[in-house]
Structures are given as structure tokens and as C-alpha cells.
């Protein structure tokens, strides 16, 4: 659940910089533009996200850097390509038919339809990638951007590349450095500040308030609802609660999340007080495009945490450090977490928060969610 990064605190005055830039670089891939990732030791990579990839784009990527483009994609993926297990969270893949469009497309999204055999001809071999290197970087930005997990990258090698910060001026690039990529959740998490409050009466819960948390650089916002008036010196009953645009506000059938946000409203109104996050990691952290994609999988039979994996993402890629520095911004050192998942429990505590009880929250099952719940509580651990 918690990042394996090691990440090493930055000054203050270079957050709002670091925070910055790699919003630009999120913007610029998810318009389907280039940026330019500074890696260590002078590396430097044009990078590019799988999802926009086109055969002019591709073109001109290799000539603008001067280097050979290829694919980086999660090992979780490449090991869906039966391209064999890596240590590491990313490698970077070789075409011996060469790399195209559409290959690359293929490659990255499970749902292209490509089979057994055709994979096989394309002479594909992996490669470990960096830890820290511009390749990881990429991927983790594709990440940021919700966007497929796979970034075309192409080393930095034009000689008029010396001054990089003048030559992606020049070439009208945004630049973002590697390691500001890796701590961009954990710097994110850090600068919550809340901008907005008001009384919000709910149908379940009439003494109700709610809290809007942003990040300095305007980035996604988290909510508090507080119900009654929580006592800081008691362990406070909590619910962390990741938004789902399909069951809160649609009512899908397909999850328990809906169930689970009312239940938790009514329960924290009935035990007179408490706190629930509603934080945005929509789809355990992948996104709502993304776990539409992943639902697409699980009717071709796949469950959802295969599917997930499939798509090239972890299980579940939500941290929970945002919520660890709301709780403490709204004087919450303990509480009482309402949860079905260990792993929650132990990811809050990892970030400081004293969990005192798990609070069982489970709802019944219906026929098409069955599945999903059967499968988070016999792959995930979840206790039902």
C-alpha cells in the first residue's frame, strides 16, 4: 500500500516549484504533448504518453531528441506480455519488428485485442528500468495523469541539448525533474491547506460540516465531513472513503461503495460524532477512465484485481498520506478507523495516525457485486 520510494525531504520554499512543474507536465500529457524529464547525472529524456501516440508524434520525437524512442511500461504489464518478472516497477521494452503506433497502442492497452501469436512475432524483449531513472519518471507521470501506465521515451542526445532548460524553451517543451515526479504525492499531501468550510445539513446526519482541502498547487482536492463535534482528545470514528463516481452518485450495482458512504454517514450520526474523508482516488487510485476500462476487463472474465493488473497498475495504487494530514490538520492524532481492509489500517498507521479499533463496515451483497466482494476479501484480505 505505502510507496516503496525512499523520499528525501525538499526544502519549503521548493515546493510550490516542484508541485508546479509537475502539474504542467501532467497538463501537457494529457493533451497528448511532449515533455522533458531530467533524470540524474545529466539524463535527460523526451517523454510522451502511450495513449497519444501517433506515428507523426513518434517521428517526431526522435528527432527532436536525437535519440531512439522506446516503450516503458509497468512490470506488472510487461509481465501480462509474458515478458518474465523484474525487481523493478518499470522496464522499458524493444520491438524487434519495430516500433510503431500501433504497436505501441497494443502493447499498453489490454482491451487492443492482442493475441498470443502476434505478440510472439513482434520479438519483443524487456529491461530492467532505473528505480529513479527518466523511464520510471514516465511512467509514474502517466500515472499522475490517470492515463494508460506506459510512456514512450526517447534519450535527449541533440548536442545543442548542453543548456537543457534553454533547448526545451527552444523546442516549446515542458520540463519537469525525475525526482520531482517520484515525491509529487508525498509533497502534494504535505501542502493540503483547507480553502473552504461550510454546514452542509444531510439527510442522515443533520449537524453536518463540510471541509475542502487543496494542495498549493491547486491540484485535487479532498473533503471532510464532519458530523457532530468530534472530541480530539478521544479516538474519533473514521471512515476513509475514495470517491466512486458510479456508485455514490449513480447507485451502480457493480460496487459497495455507494452502500458503504450512506452506511457510514448514518453510523457516525448514530454514534454522535465522527469524521469521514472523502478522498479523490476514484477507482482505488487509477481513475474514472481507467476503471471503466478495468470493468470492460472483468466482463471478459477477469476479477478486478486481475484486471487492474491487466491495465498495468498495481492492486491498488491509492496512498494515504493526504488523509494522514487532513486528520491532523483538524486536530485527529487517533481514531477509530471504519473499514473492511487491514491494509488501510495499516497504511494510516505507516503515516502516523494511531488506529485504536477497526470498525467492521460491510453491507450485503448483491448479484452483480458478489464477485467483486468475494474477490477482495479472498485476494485482498478484506474481512467481511
Known amino acids: 500500500m505505502p510507496h516503496r520510494f525512499e523520499l528525501i525531504p525538499m526544502p519549503v520554499s521548493r515546493e510550490p516549484v516542484s508541485l508546479l512543474a509537475v502539474d504542467r507536465a501532467v497538463s501537457e500529457m494529457r493533451r497528448g504533448r511532449a515533455v522533458t524529464v531530467r533524470g540524474a547525472a545529466g539524463n535527460a529524456a523526451m517523454v510522451l504518453a502511450a495513449e497519444a501516440v501517433t506515428a507523426d508524434a513518434l517521428a517526431d520525437l526522435a528527432e527532436r531528441s536525437g535519440g531512439e ?3 516503458a511500461i509497468t512490470s506488472r504489464r510487461a509481465a501480462v506480455l509474458d515478458l518474465g518478472e523484474s525487481a523493478e516497477k518499470v522496464v522499458t521494452v524493444t520491438v524487434g519488428a519495430g516500433l510503431s503506433a500501433r504497436v505501441v497502442g497494443d502493447l499498453a492497452d489490454p482491451l487492443s485485442g492482442l493475441d498470443g501469436p502476434a505478440l510472439r512475432r513482434l520479438g519483443l524483449a524487456a529491461t530492467d528500468a532505473a528505480t529513479y531513472g527518466c523511464d520510471s519518471a514516465a511512467v509514474g507521470l502517466t500515472k499522475l495523469a490517470r492515463l494508460l501506465p506506459a510512456a514512450i521515451t526517447a534519450e535527449v542526445a541533440d548536442p545543442d541539448a548542453e543548456d537543457l532548460a534553454a533547448w526545451t524553451t527552444r523546442n516549446d517543451l515542458a520540463l519537469v525533474d525525475a525526482g520531482d515526479i517520484f515525491q509529487y504525492e508525498h509533497t502534494a499531501a504535505r501542502t493540503l491547506r483547507a480553502v473552504s468550510e461550510a454546514r ?25 465531513i464532519l458530523i457532530g463535534e468530534p ?3 478521544e479516538p474519533v470514528l473514521t471512515r476513509l472513503h475514495s470517491e466512486c463516481f458510479t456508485g455514490d452518485l449513480l447507485g451502480s450495482l457493480r460496487c459497495d461503495c455507494g452502500d458503504q458512504l450512506r452506511g457510514a454517514i448514518a453510523e457516525i450520526n448514530a454514534a454522535g460524532s465522527g469524521v469521514l474523508l472523502y478522498l479523490a482516488q476514484e477507482g482505488r487510485g487509477i481513475g474514472l477512465v481507467n476503471k471503466l476500462r478495468a470493468y470492460e476487463l472483468q466482463d471478459q472474465g477477469f476479477d478486478t484485481m486481475d484486471a ?29 478507523l471504519m473499514t473492511n481492509n487491514p491494509q488501510k489500517v495499516a497504511a494510516l498507521a505507516h503515516c502516523g495516525i494511531a488506529v485504536e479499533e477497526r470498525v467492521p463496515h460491510a453491507f450485503p451483497t448483491n448479484r452483480h457485486n458478489e464477485v467483486y466482494l468475494r474477490t477482495k476479501a479472498a485476494r485482498g484480505g478484506h474481512l467481511f
Open 69 to 71: 524512442p522506446r516503450l
Open 200 to 224: 452542509v445539513p444531510l439527510a442522515d446526519a443533520r449537524d453536518t460540516r463540510i471541509v475542502a482541502f487543496r494542495p498549493i498547487d491547486g491540484g485535487l482536492e479532498h473533503l471532510a
Open 231 to 233: 472530541d480530539a482528545g
Open 308 to 336: 487492474n493488473e491487466q491495465l498495468g497498475f498495481d492492486a491498488d495504487e491509492r496512498v494515504f498520506l493526504p488523509a494522514a494530514h487532513m486528520l491532523r490538520h483538524l486536530g485527529f492524532e487517533r481514531v477509530r
